[in-house]
């Protein structure tokens, strides 16, 4: 089982920028993927961007594409999320997520494949 827990999160302007992080421990970071998930009051808990284990591939929700980054560093075991140009809708509490599988070839957004989440971190956009 592995263990995460993030960071970043705050009260920030519309059109203004948080990084989130998201540090892993207690087994191998390296060979799974990661993503990152969102869930405003009142909606359920969506896909925001995912990473594959090697760091090659991504995957973005339509609503973050050009504005989200999705990184890892596996030296220090921690996922990031890079948000710039942020909206009131990008409010929500999110949570970084790591992928059933090891080795995974793609990075999936069912939410369902991702087996141990962090506690979440509040975002809160301001207009």
């Known amino acids: 089982q592995v263990q995460l827990v993030e960071s970043g999160g705050g009260l920030v302007q519309a059109g203004g920028s948080l990084r989130l992080s998201c540090a892993a421990s207690g087994r191998t970071f390296s060979v799974f993927a990661m993503g990152w998930f969102r869930q405003a009051p009142g909606n359920e808990r969506e896909f925001v961007a995912g990473i594959k284990s090697t760091g090659d591939v991504t995957n973005y929700a339509d609503s973050v594409k050009g504005r989200f980054t999705i990184s890892r560093d596996n030296a220090k075991n921690t996922v990031y999320l890079q948000m710039n140009n942020l909206k009131p809708d990008d409010t929500a509490v999110y949570y970084c997520?790591?992928?059933?599988?090891?080795?995974?070839?793609?990075?999936?957004?069912?939410?369902?494949?991702?087996?141990?989440w962090g506690q979440g971190t509040q975002v809160t956009v301001s207009s």
């Open positions: 997520a790591s992928d059933r599988r090891a080795f995974r070839r793609t990075v999936v957004d069912d939410q369902n494949e991702y087996g141990s």
